[in-house]
């Protein structure tokens, strides 16, 4: 019997190394389309060790806008090597002042570090309590999924820090966006969240809204 079970063992270890059955890695062809299961696998004969390695993420992004902050992402299409592996990454910079202002991600956990200046971050919880921190250098914090979020730079110096998501595809849903960035009645705006016109008028405005 035990001999039957080690020749069963062995015959295991040793069968067929070219028929493998875990694929260590897929890094995108970004040549062709990106599909519902991922890009296709680029020739791993083709596949150095560059694929693994993305400097994109060295520069600090360019925070002169509305929000004084920049997101630079690390996705699969800059970072062709995390086609498959559920993971993503973006560089937030903040200048004093910046925002990144209430949002979302409806298809990931996030996850924060601080490596220069200092942040104050929160999320509202699904139950409507709000968990607000101020962050200093080396601090993480995490963002559960789906949650509303925010990351706000309330000193004098520049706040620099990496994100990093548990899916490919975190989407992005900004609140602000959503109520005045697009056409929706300002009337159905004002009656589903209570602000006045001059307010929903004023933040059209600022942040392209029409009707
Ligand atoms: C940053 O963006 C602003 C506004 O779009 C632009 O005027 C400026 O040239 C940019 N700065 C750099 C360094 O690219």
């Known amino acids: ?14 069968s ?37 390695v993305y400097s994109g993420l060295a ?3 360019n925070t002169t806008n509305i929000i004084s902050a920049a997101v630079t992402p690390a996705f699969v299409s800059q970072f062709a090597a995390l086609n498959g592996l559920g993971l993503s990454a973006a560089r937030l910079d903040l200048a004093p002042g910046g925002v990144i202002p209430l949002h979302t991600h409806p298809g990931a956990n996030e996850i924060l570090l601080v490596t220069h200046g200092r942040l104050t971050v929160g999320f509202i919880s699904s139950a409507n309590v709000p968990y607000v921190k101020s962050l200093k250098k080396g601090d993480i914090a995490v963002f559960p999924q789906g949650l509303l979020h925010f990351q706000l730079n309330d000193h004098k110096t520049h706040a620099q820090s990496f994100v990093f998501f548990n899916s490919p595809y975190p989407g992005l ?27 929903v008028k004023k933040l059209k405005g600022v942040l392209g809204g029409t009707n």
């Not at 890695?25 to 004969?45: E, M, N, R, S």
């Open 173 to 199: 849903q900004l609140l602000d966006f959503a109520l005045f960035a697009n056409d929706l009645a300002s009337i159905l705006v004002e009656k589903t969240t209570f602000l006045d016109e001059a307010t």
């Open 16 to 52: 067929s190394p070219s028929k493998a059955t875990v694929q260590d890695f897929c890094v995108a062809d970004l040549t062709a389309p990106d599909t519902p299961a991922g890009y296709h696998c680029k020739d791993p004969k083709k596949v150095t060790a560059d694929d693994f």
């Open 59 to 61: 520069a600090p992004g």
């Open 1 to 14: 019997m035990l001999h039957i079970i080690l020749c069963l063992t062995i015959s295991l270890l040793f």
